[in-house]
């Protein structure tokens, strides 16, 4: 069973996602933000990260970053963002697999772990 670690600040869009991808078969790790989802990361592997990028303790970026250094083959990260001033290249260049701006279809979504995990 491929495990995908969902990191959100906003309780109810992150148990959202995660119902969708459980619903699909996935096991599914949830994270309140960054710092948390580093401490989870340092006991647990996951197949994929699905990450917000505006957090109060700090934002998907800084994750991203302070992923790199402490896990060399970090795992694929796909970003969830509501700011109309992130782009999908600018989060690509940075390393991350796939872009989804608020709001999404949870369908979409979901679709596209499958495909990254080969699901």
């Known amino acids: 069973m491929r495990t995908i670690l969902v990191v959100d600040d906003d309780a109810f869009l992150r148990e959202m ?11 599914v790790i949830e994270a309140n933000g960054a710092n948390a989802a580093l401490r989870i990361l340092e006991v647990q592997d ?11 303790d700090g934002d998907g970026f800084e994750l991203l970053r302070r992923l790199r250094l402490r896990h060399p083959s970090i795992p694929p990260l796909i970003f969830v963002s509501g700011n109309p001033n992130v782009t999908e290249s600018e989060v690509v260049a940075l390393g991350a697999i796939r872009f989804f701006e608020k709001p999404f279809i949870s369908s979409d979504l979901v679709s596209a772990v499958r495909f990254l995990l080969g699901a």
């Open 46 to 56: 996951v197949d994929l990260v699905l990450s917000d990028i505006q957090m109060p």
């Open 17 to 27: 996602v995660s119902d969708s991808l459980r619903y699909e078969g996935f096991f």
